[in-house]
């Protein structure tokens, strides 16, 4: 239907309509289908009752009586309004959400000013060096920290064998280990965006600031940073985002105790077998991330925009 | 001479930033590689020397079976994501602006930062939501991995491709149409020639983000199928292991040749398009 009612506004610029249509209608088609459809479906369950749904397969099946599934329908988003446990693990994923992304800015901004500010040559090494972690199995990358952060890993033998502590210092299990495993995972994800748009970045800007009497760091703040703030917000959104649902990082590094969003809608699916509170926790989560998904579409077009 | 100063302190932090945010992202990593060496049972004790431990992989059947059921899964869902993605990256570079392209374009971009876990999530609530109305997918497996890693592969494709269809020059296109190419034709001919190295370098990384892939398998996979990432999930869940560290390394070692592979041929293309430019 939706694909149909585009055709009057295809032009035959390029391709025949026939040809435009195909092109269009199935990435299109594939898409609701498998990306669109899906989130409908979530509300649907997050809506239905707990009760029908503890044996986990049955609990779709049985959608046929709709008063009760009116009657509770709000049940899951009370629960996790009631439950502190829920609402301390949004705010806590919201929080380290925030602090990682900020730690990615603080440490990727200077990285992708020096390689905007490098040779030709060494730029496209650099990017290539920058890039290579991030096609590097994710999995692995946070494991190589399991390694470190140990009581008996490699950094606390390395301080006790300096001499500089006396007991091994508790890293692994901690909101510490989380951090240092988001920074290092999400860091080419802010660097990348930063990096190009400081290459962008017109040097006469910079001359004529500095022509003027402006002094670098006065420069730096009233020119660059300014000019930079769509690279930045990319970056940050592609950091913050995935961050707030992240589950192989807490669960890997942050030890039992950590309370992320993520991880719960894990444990509520796989180990409570829970499928509506684990469904009402992705909506309330989508809900929380609407603001922030905007904005980086925003960024993203605009960037599209400049490009054509 | 204050300018001067400050100038250089400046970018010499910049730098000094650059340099150990690389070795920040390289050390663990390297470190992780020379401890696949380690004779020794107790991960955090050096015994020496020794390639024992790629050689107790070599028998172990679980991590093959995953390794072949991984290789699988990405090979299929990288070649239906370029398709999927090339598609949608000509509608996001050449049509002209329209709802269905907007909407597209949403869709398309909006897995790039969407949490593993309700994409995986949600494709297998529709999943078995499916089975219930229409009668498939029967039973969870490579099947539906692999509809769930096309659908969010296809959004890198996309970004990856259509820059490229960007930059690209289009008179060459309008060329062969006004020649009498068929669109077609000057899709296959013309254009697919100029963007070949961006197809190729969007289906490297939509192999290896399929490859590499844990939380949306976990969701969408059943009993049948267990991919590599399911199975060091699984063992590293217990804690660091030799076996797991010669597994890295060798992921490791498979990811940056690939990375090095599709970086050399789009800078050799790039060189190429760059003469080619002078000489005309």
Redesign the interface.
């Known amino acids: 239907m939706k694909t149909l009612a585009l055709k009057p506004t295809l032009t035959p610029s390029l391709t025949l309509p026939n040809g435009r249509l195909w092109t269009i209608g199935v990435p299109y088609l594939w898409l609701l289908l498998f990306f669109a459809l899906p989130f409908l479906i979530v509300l649907k369950i997050s809506l239905s009752s707990m009760a029908i749904a503890i044996p986990p397969y049955e609990a779709l099946f049985s959608f046929t009586d709709e008063v009760m599934e009116i009657s509770l329908n709000l049940g899951n988003f009370l629960l996790l309004l009631d439950d502190s446990l829920y609402v301390s693990a949004y705010l806590n994923s919201l929080q380290v959400a925030f602090f990682s992304t900020l730690g990615c800015l603080l440490i990727g901004y200077p990285m992708a000013y020096a390689m905007a500010r490098s040779t030709p040559r060494q730029q496209t090494i650099l990017l290539l060096l920058i890039m290579l972690p991030s096609w590097t199995s994710f999995l692995i990358r946070v494991y190589a920290w399991m390694g470190l952060l140990s009581d008996t890993g490699l950094i606390n033998n390395f301080l006790l064998w300096l001499g500089l502590i006396d007991s091994p210092l508790r890293m692994m299990n901690t909101n510490f280990a989380v951090y240092i495993g988001i920074i290092y995972g999400y860091l080419p994800f802010m660097v990348l965006p930063l990096y190009a748009n400081l290459v962008k970045l017109d040097p006469s800007l910079l001359e004529a600031a500095s022509d003027l009497g402006s002094r670098s760091l006065h420069t730096f703040w009233t020119v660059t940073l300014p000019l930079s703030k769509g690279g930045i917000i990319a970056g940050s959104m592609l950091v913050f985002i995935p961050t707030v649902g992240e589950f192989v990082i807490p669960e890997l590094l942050g030890g039992p105790n950590s309370l992320m969003i993520g991880k719960i809608l894990w444990q509520e699916f796989f180990n409570n077998r829970d499928w509506p509170v684990a469904s009402a926790l992705a909506i309330v989560m989508l809900l929380l991330l609407i603001i922030p998904i905007a904005l980086f579409h925003r960024y993203q077009s605009r960037q599209m925009e400049a490009e054509s | 001479m ?2 001067l100063s ?2 250089g302190l ?2 010499s ?3 000094v ?2 340099w150990a ?2 070795a ?3 050390v ?2 390297l ?2 590689v020379i ?1 696949s060496f380690n004779a020794s049972k107790l ?2 004790v050096w015994g020496g020397w020794s390639a024992k431990w790629y050689g107790a992989l070599l028998e172990n059947e679980q991590i093959l079976d995953a390794v072949s059921t991984s290789l699988k899964i990405a090979f299929f869902s990288a070649s239906m994501s370029l ?3 090339t ?2 990256a ?7 602006h ?4 907007m ?16 994409i995986g ?3 297998l ?2 999943f ?2 499916m089975a ?1 109305t229409i009668g498939w997918p029967t039973d969870r497996g490579m099947t539906t991995v692999w ?2 890693h ?2 969010f592969c ?1 959004a890198y494709v996309a970004v990856v491709v ?2 490229r269809l ?2 690209m020059d289009r008179s060459i ?1 309008e060329a062969a ?1 006004d020649l009498g190419a ?3 034709q ?2 296959f001919l013309v254009t697919v020639p100029v963007i070949a190295p961006s197809l190729i370098a969007g289906w490297l ?1 939509a192999f ?1 983000l399929s ?2 892939d ?2 949306i398998a ?2 969408t996979s059943g009993p049948g199928a267990t991919t590599l ?1 399911m199975v ?2 699984s063992s ?2 217990l ?2 292991s030799p076996q ?2 010669a597994l ?1 390394t060798l ?2 070692l498979a ?2 040749t ?3 592979l599709a ?1 050399y041929l789009a ?1 050799r293309s790039e060189k190429r398009q760059k003469l080619q430019m002078q000489e005309a």
């Open positions: 204050r300018k400050s100038r400046r970018l932090f910049s730098k930033m650059l945010g690389l920040f992202l390289y663990p990593m470190i992780l401890y991960v955090t398709i999927l993605g598609m949608a000509f509608v996001m570079a050449r049509f002209r329209s709802w269905g392209k909407t597209l374009s949403n869709m398309i971009s909006a897995p790039l930062v969407m949490p593993d876990v309700i999530l949600s494709l609530l529709l078995v939501h219930d509809i769930a096309s659908t296809s259509s820059s960007r930059e296109e149409l068929t669109p077609l000057s899709f990384l290896s490859l590499d844990l939380v976990s969701f990432p060091v999930f590293v869940r804690g660091v797991i560290n890295a992921i490791i990811v940056s690939t990375a090095l970086w800078r």
